[in-house]
């Protein structure tokens, strides 16, 4: 009897102890924190917790814009290849160190250190090749000069992607050290972390701007869907991602919680291989059919409850084009086009490839199109073909998929890395489309300063893209988010949730 | 017996090297490594250095030769996506795996093998027949699904315990009991046909002929020898729990084991993929000897030689 009385009094003490404090604002993810080392965090998820924790010397705010941060000003100076950068006075890491000159010298070079050493250098690893830094010079302690391989006109973009580090900690961490220890300038530090449970920030009371709203932040994981949604009901957590459509639905009856929806920087399509592949897909005639076969209407009520935009642009926001308007649905045109192409009764193609549940429907939405393109005559041999996602990017990569293939580009919000994504340079054209004109905007893109310029050669590579149709224009992934009454809070465009700014009322 | 005891030993290293191999050749059949684990917009040079920082560059045997030599000692490289000693995650999730494991283990023992002797005690009465089509059901029901609802109703509606996550003891029981259901189920039935063949023994006429009481022919005499086929299946269970269970822990965010798996194939990190699959399988060989072994204490017959 006793030790019943025992284990009773145990299990009460464990069920008081272990509850979490009210003031948690918390927030649920399908997928862990997985490092904590700033060059090695890469997803989406892990690049908006980073954040809390370390700051780069501009910051990509909610508006896709790039404002000060560690940084208070900059300019460029003559010859186009080098920024003056004034830096912020008093603020310090984590552990005390100062914030200065020699730490953004230190920072940019060991990131460039570890890509040139085939390291990750997390989300930086798209900013890393395209500044192309060759230099950093420390002017005064506030001060430095950095130089680039070519005009970059966005340099101050790029920057908002590479956090500062502390050389004094960095410098001899071993990797284990770096990714349990971080050491940031940002506004949370780590109270706790329980892998594959949650991580516990602080408020920094140190922090050089005005202190966070919520004094706790805790990012838990939980992988099921159902389960955030039940913790998301209870009031055990305050904000949950990746919310597939049907479940959102259900949620906008619940009291107490609301969805928010946000047309994502995710867009997906059907590549087509343009040269080296199937004859007829050489031709852009044949291309363009295979756009105007396409009933988007019936593929979006029925696979998608009508909840995904239509893509009729190739650049994310605010680079889109305004007027270019989506392929119609025009069976009779797409034959139309097929006959002067000189395929009367359309053709056979082997395949139409698509990984298993990379993207949201992609095999049902890929057997959708196969039976629409059957439509207008074109058929296919072997039907829709499945992968694992690791074989098919592999194929992708190798261009080992000719024909057709579902493809998904990931959203950057930037113009130069997804303009390139199309040039006939980068091994993200699996497309092997190659076009002079387009090539030609590139080279003056890269250099191009005025906002306006570069907004017009973005518009005109749009155009081309909409007419050549290297791709069957699909649709733009939206993000869905399961957010309590209890905190104020949008969503980006960007998947990136930042913390910081936001309260919970109880 | 120590000689069987070596013999089993030999073998179970045996059994390791192949399980091994396997893990090892599959990870490499399932695509390129590097093309596997980088991002969306790298440039062909970065995934090249990529490659070589990695190692993927190196004929296939010498990176199966070194995955081989770090095995004795547990070492199965470093994570790519943690950059943490593969070892030391699987031992960081362990003991939320042994939890669970033994929380599950407990309500399997406690509560199958009463029901499986009551059942076999009162063979086709109502108590027997409400008992197996219980079982029948609770075999039969996904625990995706059974985990779901439990949350649903002792979560969201009742609220009486926390939906997910490892803390309390109150944390604890949802997982154990969506855990425990199927296996509880399956030996309670196994309980009770075991004891059925076992209650039809000459030695039982005996023990009721000598007017024992009715509780020590059941619990003493007979159950004692219908539990050889149950440890036999209990230790496979066990050994299948400590693996890891993927759906329990993936549905509760239970952070053990099971959940490292599936995320280590997720985020396709080669060497901790090779690591658990390896673990799991070393951790299945020992308590699978640890059973075999418990079956000379349980019955003095056998003996191993």
Same mark, same amino acid.
């Given at each position: 009897?006793?030790?019943?009385?025992?284990?009773?009094?145990?299990?009460?003490?464990?069920?008081?102890?272990?509850?979490?404090?009210?003031?948690?604002?918390?927030?649920?993810?399908?997928?862990?924190?997985?490092?904590?080392?700033?060059?090695?965090?890469?997803?989406?998820?892990?690049?908006?917790?980073?954040?809390?924790?370390?700051?780069?010397?501009?910051?990509?705010?909610?508006?896709?814009?790039?404002?000060?941060?560690?940084?208070?000003?900059?300019?460029?100076?003559?010859?186009?290849?080098?920024?003056?950068?004034?830096?912020?006075?008093?603020?310090?890491?984590?552990?005390?160190?100062?914030?200065?000159?020699?730490?953004?010298?230190?920072?940019?070079?060991?990131?460039?250190?570890?890509?040139?050493?085939?390291?990750?250098? +997390? !989300?930086?690893? &798209?900013? =890393?090749?395209?500044?192309?830094?060759?230099?950093?010079?420390? @002017?005064?302690?506030? #001060? %430095?000069?950095?130089?680039?391989?070519?005009?970059?006109?966005?340099?101050?973009?790029?920057?908002?992607?590479?956090?500062?580090?502390?050389?004094?900690?960095?410098?001899?961490?071993?990797?284990?050290?770096?990714?349990?220890?971080?050491?940031?300038?940002?506004?949370?530090?780590?109270?706790?972390?329980?892998?594959?449970?949650?991580?516990?920030?602080?408020?920094?009371?140190?922090?050089?701007?005005?202190?966070?709203?919520?004094?706790?932040?805790?990012?838990?994981?939980?992988?099921?869907?159902?389960?955030?949604?039940?913790?998301?009901?209870?009031?055990?957590?305050?904000?949950?991602?990746?919310?597939?459509?049907?479940?959102?639905?259900?949620?906008?009856?619940?009291?107490?919680?609301?969805?928010?929806?946000?047309? +994502? !920087?995710?867009? &997906?399509? =059907?590549?087509?291989?343009?040269?080296?592949?199937?004859?007829? @897909?050489?031709?852009? #005639? %044949?291309?363009?059919?295979?756009?105007?076969?396409?009933?988007?209407?019936?593929?979006?009520?029925?696979?998608?409850?009508?909840?995904?935009?239509?893509?009729?642009?190739?650049?994310?926001?605010?680079?889109?084009?305004?007027?270019?308007?989506?392929?119609?649905?025009?069976?009779?045109?797409?034959?139309?086009?097929?006959?002067?192409?000189?395929?009367?009764?359309?053709?056979?193609?082997?395949?139409?490839?698509?990984?298993?549940?990379?993207?949201?429907?992609?095999?049902?939405?890929?057997?959708?199109?196969?039976?629409?393109?059957?439509?207008?005559?074109?058929?296919?041999?072997?039907?829709?073909?499945?992968?694992?996602?690791?074989?098919?990017?592999?194929?992708?990569?190798?261009?080992?998929?000719?024909?057709?293939?579902?493809?998904?580009?990931?959203?950057?919000?930037?113009?130069?890395?997804?303009?390139?994504?199309?040039?006939?340079?980068?091994?993200?054209?699996?497309?092997?489309?190659?076009?002079?004109?387009?090539?030609?905007?590139?080279?003056?893109?890269?250099?191009?300063?005025?906002?306006?310029?570069?907004?017009?050669?973005?518009?005109?590579?749009?155009?081309?893209?909409?007419?050549?149709?290297?791709?069957?224009?699909?649709?733009?992934?939206?993000?869905?988010?399961?957010?309590?009454?209890?905190?104020?809070?949008?969503?980006?465009?960007?998947?990136?949730?930042?913390?910081?700014?936001?309260?919970?009322?109880? | 017996?120590?000689?069987?005891?070596?013999?089993?030993?030999?073998?179970?290293?045996?059994?390791?090297?192949?399980?091994?191999?396997?893990?090892?050749?599959?990870?490499?059949?399932?695509?390129?490594?590097?093309?596997?684990?980088?991002?969306?917009?790298?440039?062909?040079?970065?995934?090249?250095?990529?490659?070589?920082?990695?190692?993927?560059?190196?004929?296939?045997?010498?990176?199966?030769?070194?995955?081989?030599?770090?095995?004795?000692?547990?070492?199965?490289?470093?994570?790519?996506?943690?950059?943490?000693?593969?070892?030391?995650?699987?031992?960081?999730?362990?003991?939320?795996?042994?939890?669970?494991?033994?929380?599950?283990?407990?309500?399997?023992?406690?509560?199958?093998?009463?029901?499986?002797?009551?059942?076999?005690?009162?063979?086709?009465?109502?108590?027997?027949?409400?008992?197996?089509?219980?079982?029948?059901?609770?075999?039969?029901?996904?625990?995706?699904?059974?985990?779901?609802?439990?949350?649903?109703?002792?979560?969201?509606?009742?609220?009486?315990?926390?939906?997910?996550?490892?803390?309390?003891?109150?944390?604890?029981?949802?997982?154990?009991?969506?855990?425990?259901?199927?296996?509880?189920?399956?030996?309670?039935?196994?309980?009770?046909?075991?004891?059925?063949?076992?209650?039809?023994?000459?030695?039982?006429?005996?023990?009721?002929?000598?007017?024992?009481?009715?509780?020590?022919?059941?619990?003493?005499?007979?159950?004692?020898?219908?539990?050889?086929?149950?440890?036999?299946?209990?230790?496979?269970?066990?050994?299948?729990?400590?693996?890891?269970?993927?759906?329990?822990?993936?549905?509760?965010?239970?952070?053990?084991?099971?959940?490292?798996?599936?995320?280590?194939?997720?985020?396709?990190?080669?060497?901790?993929?090779?690591?658990?699959?390896?673990?799991?399988?070393?951790?299945?060989?020992?308590?699978?000897?640890?059973?075999?072994?418990?079956?000379?204490?349980?019955?003095?017959?056998?003996?191993?030689?």
């Amino acid at each position: 009897m006793r030790n019943l009385f025992r284990a009773l009094t145990f299990s009460l003490a464990l069920m008081i102890g272990g509850c979490s404090s009210q003031g948690d604002l918390t927030v649920a993810n399908s997928t862990d924190i997985s490092t904590m080392d700033p060059f090695g965090m890469f997803s989406r998820v892990e690049v908006a917790f980073g954040d809390h924790l370390f700051q780069s010397l501009t910051f990509f705010n909610k508006d896709m814009e790039v404002e000060p941060l560690l940084a208070t000003s900059w300019e460029r100076l003559e010859g186009d290849t080098t920024w003056t950068f004034q830096l912020r006075e008093g603020v310090r890491f984590h552990n005390g160190a100062i914030f200065n000159a020699e730490t953004v010298k230190f920072s940019i070079e060991s990131y460039y250190e570890r890509n040139a050493a085939g390291r990750t250098v +997390g !989300g930086a690893s &798209v900013a =890393i090749p395209s500044a192309d830094i060759t230099r950093v010079d420390i @002017l005064d302690s506030l #001060r %430095v000069n950095i130089s680039t391989s070519s005009p970059k006109a966005l340099l101050p973009f790029y920057l908002s992607q590479m956090w500062m580090i502390d050389p004094g900690f960095y410098t001899d961490a071993s990797d284990a050290d770096r990714a349990e220890n971080p050491v940031g300038t940002g506004p949370y530090t780590v109270s706790e972390r329980i892998r594959d449970s949650h991580v516990a920030l602080a408020a920094n009371p140190d922090y050089w701007g005005s202190a966070p709203k919520a004094a706790r932040v805790i990012w838990r994981v939980i992988p099921e869907v159902s389960t955030r949604i039940a913790e998301l009901e209870t009031g055990g957590v305050h904000l949950v991602t990746d919310l597939p459509f049907d479940q959102a639905a259900l949620l906008d009856d619940t009291p107490g919680v609301h969805v928010a929806r946000i047309s +994502g !920087g995710r867009r &997906v399509m =059907i590549g087509i291989t343009t040269s080296g592949g199937p004859e007829p @897909l050489k031709d852009k #005639r %044949v291309r363009q059919a295979l756009n105007y076969a396409i009933d988007f209407d019936a593929i979006s009520e029925g696979l998608f409850s009508g909840q995904v935009d239509r893509m009729s642009y190739m650049f994310n926001p605010p680079y889109n084009h305004p007027t270019l308007e989506a392929y119609n649905y025009d069976p009779a045109k797409a034959r139309k086009l097929l006959e002067e192409a000189g395929y009367p009764n359309g053709f056979e193609l082997s395949s139409l490839d698509t990984p298993l549940g990379k993207w949201i429907q992609d095999f049902e939405l890929a057997q959708t199109i196969e039976s629409q393109l059957a439509d207008v005559g074109v058929t296919l041999e072997k039907g829709v073909r499945t992968y694992e996602w690791g074989n098919y990017r592999g194929k992708l990569l190798s261009y080992d998929l000719p024909g057709l293939f579902m493809q998904g580009s990931g959203g950057e919000f930037e113009l130069l890395t997804e303009a390139a994504d199309l040039t006939i340079t980068s091994p993200s054209n699996f497309y092997r489309w190659e076009n002079d004109e387009y090539e030609e905007l590139w080279d003056e893109l890269q250099a191009a300063l005025d906002p306006d310029r570069r907004q017009e050669i973005g518009y005109r590579m749009q155009e081309i893209v909409h007419e050549e149709a290297p791709w069957i224009f699909l649709h733009i992934q939206p993000d869905v988010y399961g957010v309590s009454d209890q905190i104020d809070w949008q969503p980006r465009p960007d998947e990136i949730i930042h913390l910081w700014d936001v309260s919970l009322t109880l | 017996m120590l000689k069987y005891v070596a013999k089993r030993l030999l073998m179970a290293v045996f059994i390791l090297w192949a399980v091994a191999t396997i893990a090892f050749a599959l990870t490499f059949l399932s695509g390129d490594p590097a093309t596997l684990m980088i991002g969306d917009h790298w440039t062909s040079e970065q995934i090249a250095s990529f490659r070589e920082a990695m190692g993927y560059d190196r004929p296939l045997l010498v990176q199966y030769g070194d995955f081989l030599a770090g095995l004795p000692q547990g070492d199965f490289g470093v994570s790519v996506r943690q950059q943490i000693p593969v070892m030391d995650l699987i031992l960081q999730r362990f003991p939320a795996t042994l939890e669970l494991t033994a929380a599950a283990l407990f309500l399997i023992v406690f509560i199958s093998i009463p029901i499986g002797v009551l059942s076999a005690v009162k063979r086709n009465s109502l108590a027997d027949r409400v008992a197996m089509s219980g079982a029948l059901f609770a075999q039969s029901v996904p625990t995706f699904w059974l985990g779901i609802m439990l949350i649903l109703v002792f979560g969201v509606w009742l609220r009486w315990l926390p939906v997910s996550g490892r803390g309390t003891f109150l944390h604890l029981l949802l997982p154990a009991i969506t855990l425990a259901t199927f296996s509880t189920a399956r030996i309670a039935r196994l309980v009770r046909s075991s004891m059925l063949d076992v209650l039809g023994q000459d030695y039982i006429r005996t023990a009721r002929a000598k007017g024992l009481p009715n509780w020590r022919i059941y619990y003493v005499h007979a159950l004692r020898n219908a539990l050889i086929p149950v440890i036999t299946l209990l230790g496979l269970e066990i050994g299948g729990l400590l693996g890891g269970a993927l759906i329990t822990e993936t549905v509760f965010a239970w952070p053990g084991i099971g959940r490292l798996t599936l995320q280590a194939i997720q985020a396709r990190d080669l060497p901790l993929v090779q690591g658990v699959i390896t673990f799991g399988a070393l951790v299945f060989v020992l308590v699978n000897l640890v059973v075999d072994l418990s079956y000379s204490f349980i019955d003095p017959r056998i003996r191993h030689e």
